[in-house]
């Protein structure tokens, strides 16, 4: 089925450990984002792109890294790992032009990390 | 800063009672708007979306919400509340001018349903 796929979907890191969240997406859209989700939070965003070779800020930034090569492929880089990045982590997609902005986001299934 | 309120963390309501989930945002257009529900251990699923068409939205799973600007307002309602209801709900804004085109979102309301 086309939509967001974010591997892997359990992780364990020990502190000061490096790692790479993946994203991907096959639907063409423009926009991606990373957010993480703790408890009584919500979700907030920590990297987005609005096309390939673009990437910003969001709430959240520091200790994360981002890049976007392809329309399709959006990593998520833990440089260290602490263990205050414990925490579900949501890669979206949505189209940025347009009527597509009235789609809302698709989201992947999560990736659940924890830092020990 | 813009910001997305959804007042009451928790929420309980009993079975076929009204389910009334709260959210208000900060903006001097009109964003768009979206509801998603999550379910344990599960990803977000939009439940629905308001985009200037109409001001009362509705969803899957029965529910339904109106968009009120002089309130600033876009609660979620549902007439009977059924037990598979039972999830974290979030509030969302969209908006080219306020938001930059980013999806924010409110700290998320969990609703239990009392059988």
């Known amino acids: 089925n086309a939509g967001v796929t974010q591997t892997p979907k359990f992780q364990v890191l020990k502190t000061g450990q490096s790692m790479t969240l993946q994203c991907a997406q096959d639907m063409n859209h423009e926009y991606m984002s990373w957010y993480r989700q703790d408890p009584g939070m919500g979700l907030r965003l920590i990297h987005y792109s609005v096309g390939a070779g673009i990437t910003d800020q969001g709430e959240v930034p520091n200790g994360y890294n981002v890049s976007r090569s392809t329309t399709e492929d959006f990593p998520l880089r833990l440089l260290s790992a602490a263990p205050s990045q414990t925490s579900v982590y949501f890669c979206?997609?949505?189209?940025?032009?347009?009527?597509?902005?009235?789609?809302?986001?698709?989201f992947g299934s999560g990736t659940r990390l924890t830092v020990v | 800063a813009q910001s997305v309120t959804q007042l009451g963390s928790h929420v309980s309501v009993s079975e076929g009672a009204l389910v009334l989930l709260r959210c208000n945002y900060s903006?001097?257009?009109?964003?768009?708007l979206f509801w998603y529900v999550q379910y344990p251990n599960q990803g977000l699923q939009l439940l629905l979306k308001y985009t200037s068409a109409a001001t009362l939205v509705k969803g899957i799973n029965g529910f339904e919400a109106e968009f009120k600007k002089s309130e600033t307002s876009f609660h979620l309602t549902k007439p009977s509340a059924h037990m598979s209801d039972a999830a974290e709900y979030f509030c969302?804004?969209?908006?080219?001018?306020?938001?930059?085109?980013?999806?924010?979102f409110g700290a998320g309301t969990i609703l239990r349903v009392k059988s």
């Open positions: 979206a997609s949505s189209y940025g032009q347009g009527d597509g902005v009235n789609y809302g986001y698709t």
């Open positions: 903006s001097s257009v009109p964003p768009y």
């Open positions: 969302a804004v969209r908006g080219i001018m306020e938001y930059g085109n980013k999806l924010v």
